[in-house]
């Protein structure tokens, strides 16, 4: 009888061979070292940009003030159902105080968020234009809605605005997407030019994923949107709590009517188990704690600035504005050749490969948190 995942197997074989298979690593984790056959290494590959999930005494302070229903570890339904716990309308509530909005939504992941808002907000006669760069949960979003999608070349605003012009008649609703901090260049969307581009015209609307910049940007950690002072210009304003807010979630910020619109169409939220009180209590706990990090954002800044400037010193053509900063490589294997000689140096970073990238554009991401001190920058530049 043949084998019936033979074909699965043949393509596996075909990734080993051109160095793209992957495998879930085994790691322990000792603060913002990671320990992997005995060798320990510093991360440089963790979303914890503000050092929040190894702080001790803001977890032991969480733990010392929570309320018996915030403690529960499942919210057992979907929040339509019997899911929709107090502290849900609470993160809300300061979510949209933050921002100074009307209102805000809460999903179980960003990945929920990115592929159920613009499935629900969309129909065929709605046009998405979305920068060629955006995350493989947005692609995924696009895929499932009926919307047409034309993908405008990297941050390339003149092209964008053809694209505006040219089909600004032919269709009800346009939504421009982007992110704010890109996820592998790290170089950051001029948000003000899309708020700018999208005023010229009366049915367009414009989505701003802000995942990586939630946290670690901005006066108050709000992100570019509140760097760039374009908050309130902005339909959906999306984030996640799973990177420097070191807990799990997404969220939207947006008019009430699109608000109870996604609470009525977006299948995501509307068909899947609410995220456990306990984590949304983590959630409220730090976000109210945002504003005053200023000193944990400050010192991300400097290490990410350093090291950007050694790269560029080596050589390197860099793109990166923040602390995600990759340093390009190109072949696969050669890739995986230099995050093992990393990672055999004591610092464990990983390669990205296609298809996450462009072939030919494989690369070491050092993904830096607050947690890294100036001289682990420094000796990290001299293994470089």
């Not at 995350?135 to 405008?152: E, P, T």
């Not at 608000?259 to 009525?264: A, G, K, S």
């Not at 560029?312 to 053509?317: A, E, H």
């Not at 004591?346 to 993904?367: A, Q, W």
């Amino acid at each position: 009888m043949n084998d019936i995942c033979q074909s699965y197997k043949d393509e596996l074989q075909r990734l080993e061979a051109s160095g793209n298979l992957r495998k879930l690593p085994s790691v322990v984790h000792d603060g913002k070292w990671v320990i992997d056959g005995g060798r320990k290494m510093l991360n440089l590959s963790s979303n914890d940009y503000l050092g929040l999930s190894t702080d001790k005494a803001l977890r032991q302070e969480f733990i010392s003030n929570r309320m018996t229903e915030e403690c529960l570890f499942s919210s057992s339904s979907s929040r339509l159902l019997t899911g929709n716990y107090t502290i849900y309308d609470r993160l809300e509530t300061l979510l949209a105080d933050l921002f100074g909005a009307e209102s805000a939504l809460v999903f179980c992941s960003g990945y929920h968020m990115n592929t159920g808002i613009l499935p629900a907000v969309t129909d065929s006669t709605t046009l998405i234009l979305a920068d060629k760069l955006v995350h493989a949960s947005i692609i995924d979003g696009i895929r499932l809605s009926q919307a047409q999608c034309v993908r405008y070349r990297h941050q390339d605003y003149k092209q964008l605005e053809m694209l505006l012009q040219k089909h600004k008649d032919n269709f009800s609703r346009i939504i421009i997407v982007t992110e704010s901090i890109f996820s592998m260049d790290g170089d950051i969307a001029p948000l003000y030019k899309l708020v700018d581009l999208k005023k010229m015209y009366p049915n367009v609307m414009l989505y701003v994923d802000e995942a990586h910049a939630i946290g670690v940007r901005g006066d108050n950690g709000l992100g570019i949107a509140e760097e760039q002072g374009c908050i309130h210009d902005i339909d959906f304003l999306c984030g996640t709590f799973g990177k420097a807010l070191s807990s799990v979630g997404a969220y939207v910020i947006c008019r009430k009517a699109i608000r109870e619109f996604l609470v009525n169409r977006m299948r995501t939220l509307i068909f899947t188990t609410a995220l456990p009180p306990v984590n949304v209590a983590w959630t409220y706990f730090i976000v109210e704690h945002l504003s005053q990090m200023k000193e944990r954002r400050n010192a991300l800044n400097l290490v990410s600035s350093r090291l950007r400037d050694a790269l560029r010193v080596k050589g390197c053509d860099v793109a990166s504005e923040s602390h995600i900063v990759p340093m390009i490589v190109g072949k696969s294997s050669d890739t995986i050749l230099k995050a093992e000689e990393m990672q055999r140096k004591g610092f464990y970073v990983l390669p990205v490969r296609p298809p996450t990238v462009p072939e030919g554009t494989s690369r070491l991401r050092f993904s830096l948190t607050a947690a890294v001190s100036e001289e682990e920058v420094g000796r990290l530049i001299e293994v470089l």
